[in-house]
């Protein structure tokens, strides 16, 4: 796998063979669900709409963790904002039905808006403290939508809501089969294909910020905090604005989800979906869209083919020692760990992150101290 | 009257378990700077422990003293070689990582150990059997069980016992003069990796004390439990002065009575808008907010920065 | 006394600044010219480097003030005092050690430009101009440094003396007009201290005014038009380095004993 990506690297060297790559995977993803159709059944294309939804996500946190180096362990908080946004402002639930082409910016708005109120006050701590608050944060919000179903039914508490318009664009519903080109689609492959544009959008965005000025002052933000501050670098605003970014991202893959879905309940925004996301970007390579592209797929796909350890099992002792759902947990937890200890870069690293996250190199490691605490 | 103190009593029982888990943290993150997310699996390992030793003994013919100390010994030990391994495998190697590596470490342990406990004892909450007849006391209109009186004592002892150790004794000097710099520590003769391996020893010994008492006190065990009293009692220590031992109790205690009076008149200060299951978001607010305003707890002097 | 001029570029004001009970600056006040090159020197643990991170922002003054170019700095934030103008190198070099050497200088030019999210994601002609403004500005102090040849290496990888002309580099990225320099000639050789002494001077012609701390009493005297020298946190002399060098308060800061 590892020279596969060397691979692909050199490959970008040359102009001619870069562009047939390009268009050969181009090509491979808007074919993917009927090739998997044929292959590997329908179930698979709803995995690969999940696997987009987990890319836009972990794109989203790498924002965070990976161009700015906060750790950020309630990210999905800002998931659980646009998805219950979408899933209040388009169900029976008030009664209200606004379209998709409104939520969507909205939710992105909101959760940029709660990044923003998270943000301001606890981004001055230091890393690990934030780690902690934004975990608990995550759990706040997770809190409060299983029990703001009184005195004021707003969130419909630990059942969720149901029914959740679908997405559509005006009379055109994703959720209905469609003849077009006499091809047939199903409901999954119209949203296997609107993920598709908008996690396109969600890297190429990802890639324009990396490599502009924002994406050099976070490099440098994580890099010597205070050299940054030194060096000019609002390390309070670009924080936030890093922040805000990631929460917008996280806020559209919710309303996606909600109206992918047609449901949604707290249970499904827990510290563990936080974990696997992260997981996605430390898995994938801090800091390297490609990379953490790679992650969230190996992480979807994954528990997918843990499926198959139960039948294994059963032929193997003629019974399910552990139940292969247990062990998904299990595996991102290890992944974690051994990415750390063995290759904490990740296993497809952007050139520059990689040095820096192998621990024996010199000025890398001095005490990164924040500004903050210098002062008091 | 009554519900006052009922809630007071309640607090400092709550309280002193949350300062037995944040002594824990308190002590490595002085010594180490580290922030040990998989603390609070410790406490849930210890009290699962316990929990299987005592069901396995039950039927045996021993008395049923013996049973629970050998039971609390086990889970106690068992809980000891745990941090240690998890010092030695996971965050020895990371020393001079930068800091988020050991960090996600510790997130990736706590999820891990989480799941072995899930694998090993089911999904399900598991009945801690530890029958203590639990004789009510009436003090002042309020009332106090024998297990929580049992539950009190043996927070006070450990946390005294600990704070003697750390300011009276020689190894509690060399885990000082560890906290203050590892390099001239060690310099001076102290070995610095054996004091890091101690402070995780006597603070899972500690967390394991605290996972049997909370156990046996909610008469409940789950494979989830430690996550949660995990983050309360690292607000604990936040809260009394991360790195200051005083302080993990003090802000155990604190966050104990904080909790149960805010659980208590929650309904009544919001008009009824909030109830009492919102009791766990308390600790988070209280965590914020000492973040926010005094990030070097109440009684904190400087934070400790990693050397 | 501060000298009297009638283009005064940095004053300082009795600025205090303690740590618990240790006085680190007491009262300390001067005052720099513009075109000058001031030198600040002291025996170790004088305050020197404190007196830099009280000016750059890093440390809150106890009390007292400065300005720079009549602008109150005191306790303004470190980003706010570079974007008026003050930049500083650092003792134990803070570069950003896994990028490369014109992506450290490039951050530098941050505070001068102004591309938001919509431009950067977007690439508007007005963003795109920035950013080449960016990167030329960048390889041209690369150039002016002598260290073109090293762009694309990461910072870290360069050698020590090269590591510390990018990181003036850098710090002239942001367009200052006084350049504070914390003991920029440490660990370097003599000909490296030659090299930087030059470079010094060429800093100055070309119109910045520079603040020098410095161990290497041949660069200071050499190079500088002005020298305060600070002992425990006072400043115990000022004027030019003829006269700061007869001074015998100096000499038994530096000896530990009268004359």
């Known amino acids: ?376 | 009257m009554d519900i006052f103190l009922q809630q007071i009593i309640n607090g400092l029982v709550l309280g002193s378990i949350y300062a037995l888990v944040a002594l824990g943290y308190s002590m490595v993150y002085g010594i180490l700077g580290l922030i040990n997310f998989a603390h609070g699996e410790v406490v849930m390992i210890g009290a699962m422990i316990a929990l299987a030793m005592l069901q396995a003994l039950a039927s045996s013919s021993m008395p049923i003293a013996v049973i629970i100390l050998l039971s609390l010994l086990v889970a106690a030990l068992v809980c000891m070689a745990l941090g240690y391994a998890m010092e030695k495998v996971c965050y020895r190697p990371l020393r001079n990582a930068p800091r988020l590596a050991p960090l996600i470490t510790a997130i990736g342990l706590s999820i891990v150990l989480q799941n072995i406990a899930m694998i090993a004892w089911g999904r399900q909450f598991v009945a801690f059997p530890l029958q203590i007849h639990a004789t009510q006391h009436a003090i002042a209109g309020a009332s106090i069980s024998d297990l929580q009186i049992l539950i009190i004592l043996v927070a006070t002892a450990s946390a005294v016992a600990l704070l003697l150790l750390v300011h009276k004794t020689r190894l509690g000097r060399a885990m000082r003069a560890t906290a203050q710099d590892h390099r001239i520590a060690g310099l001076m003769g102290v070995n610095v990796n054996t004091i890091i391996s101690v402070a995780f020893v006597l603070g899972s010994a500690l967390a394991a004390a605290a996972g049997i008492m909370i156990a046996a006190y909610y008469g409940l065990a789950h494979y989830s439990m430690g996550a949660l009293l995990g983050l309360k009692a690292f607000t604990a220590a936040v809260l009394g002065g991360i790195g200051n031992l005083g302080g993990a109790v003090v802000g155990g205690l604190l966050l104990g009575l904080i909790e149960s009076l805010g659980a208590g008149y929650i309904g009544a200060l919001t008009g009824g808008f909030l109830g009492s299951h919102y009791q766990d978001i308390f600790a988070f607010f209280v965590l914020i907010l000492v973040l926010i305003f005094r990030p070097s707890g109440l009684l904190g002097e400087r934070v400790a920065e990693r050397a | 006394m501060p000298i009297a001029s009638t283009d005064t570029l940095l004053r300082v004001h009795s600025v205090t600044k303690s740590f618990g009970g240790l006085m680190a600056l007491s009262e300390v006040s001067l005052s720099i010219s513009r075109g000058q090159i001031y030198g600040l020197i002291g025996p170790n643990g004088a305050g020197k480097t404190t007196l830099f991170n009280v000016l750059t922002g890093l440390y809150h003054a106890d009390h007292g003030e400065f300005q720079l170019n009549g602008i109150h700095l005191a306790n303004k934030k470190p980003h706010k005092i570079a974007q008026h103008g003050l930049a500083r190198t650092f003792q134990n070099i803070r570069l950003f050690a896994n990028m490369t050497a014109l992506e450290n200088v490039m951050v530098g030019r941050h505070a001068r430009t102004h591309t938001g999210v919509l431009g950067a994601i977007l690439r508007t002609p007005h963003a795109r101009a920035e950013e080449k403004e960016i990167r030329d500005r960048a390889r041209e102090l690369l150039s002016y440094m002598g260290i073109a040849a090293f762009a694309e290496d990461l910072a870290k990888n360069l050698s020590y003396g090269d590591q510390r002309r990018l990181e003036i580099a850098r710090a002239m990225a942001t367009d200052p007009q006084l350049l504070a320099l914390d003991e920029p000639a440490a660990g370097m050789n003599a000909t490296e201290t030659t090299a930087l002494k030059k470079l010094i001077e060429k800093i100055r012609s070309d119109g910045l005014t520079v603040l020098l701390i410095e161990h290497d009493m041949k660069l200071v005297m050499g190079v500088c038009d002005t020298v305060a020298v600070l002992d425990y946190g006072e400043k115990i002399a000022e004027g030019s380095p003829q006269e700061v060098q007869r001074d015998p308060l100096v000499i038994e800061a530096y000896l530990g004993c009268a004359p």
């Not at chain 1, 890319?55 to 924002?63: E, F, K, S, T, Y």
């Not at chain 1, 396109?200 to 905090?225: C, K, M, N, P």
């Not at chain 1, 806020?251 to 992260?278: C, D, K, N, R, Y």
């Open chain 1, 1 to 376: 796998m590892l020279s596969l990506f060397a691979h692909w690297q050199t490959l970008k060297q040359n102009p001619r063979n870069a562009w047939i790559a390009w268009i050969a995977l181009g090509l491979l993803l808007v074919a993917l669900p009927f090739l998997s159709d044929w292959t590997l059944g329908r179930s698979w294309v709803r995995i690969l709409a999940f696997v987009l939804l987990y890319v836009m996500l972990a794109l989203g946190l790498n924002i965070v963790v990976g161009f700015a180096g906060l750790l950020d362990l309630g990210y999905v908080a800002f998931f659980a904002v646009g998805a219950y946004l979408y899933a209040l402002l388009a169900s029976p639930h008030f009664g209200i039905h606004l379209p998709f082409w409104v939520l969507l910016p909205l939710g992105a708005l909101v959760a940029c808006v709660f990044g923003v109120l998270l943000g301001a006050p606890t981004l001055r701590l230091r890393g690990d403290y934030l780690a902690i608050v934004t975990l608990g944060f995550g759990e706040i919000i997770r809190i409060f939508l299983n029990n703001l179903n009184a005195p004021i039914n707003l969130t419909n508490g630990p059942q969720g809501v149901n029914l959740i318009d679908p997405v559509s664009f005006g009379d055109f519903s994703l959720s209905k089969s469609h003849d077009l080109f006499g091809i047939n689609f199903a409901p999954v492959h119209n949203y296997y294909y609107l993920f598709l544009v908008i996690a396109l959008i969600i890297i190429f965005v990802g890639f324009r910020l990396q490599h502009s000025r924002l994406g050099r002052a976070w490099a440098a933000i994580r890099e010597d905090e205070v050299a940054a501050a030194a060096t000019g670098i609002n390390t309070r605003n670009m924080k936030l604005l890093a922040f805000a970014m990631g929460a917008s991202f996280g806020g559209v893959s919710g309303g996606l989800f909600a109206g992918f879905q047609g449901f949604v309940s707290p249970e499904s925004f827990t510290l563990i979906e936080s974990v696997m996301v992260l997981c996605m970007v430390v898995l994938g390579g801090m800091g390297h869209i490609p990379g953490v592209i790679v992650g969230a797929i190996l992480l979807v796909a994954l528990p997918e083919a843990l499926r198959y350890l139960g039948p294994l099992q059963q032929s193997l002792f003629n019974k399910v020692l552990v139940d292969p759902a247990d062990l998904r947990m299990l595996l991102f937890g290890l992944v974690l760990v051994v990415m750390m200890i063995f290759r904490p870069s990740g296993i497809w690293p952007s050139p520059t992150r990689q040095r820096e996250l192998t621990p024996e190199d010199g000025i890398a490691n001095q005490e990164k101290e924040s500004v903050y605490d210098a002062n008091r």
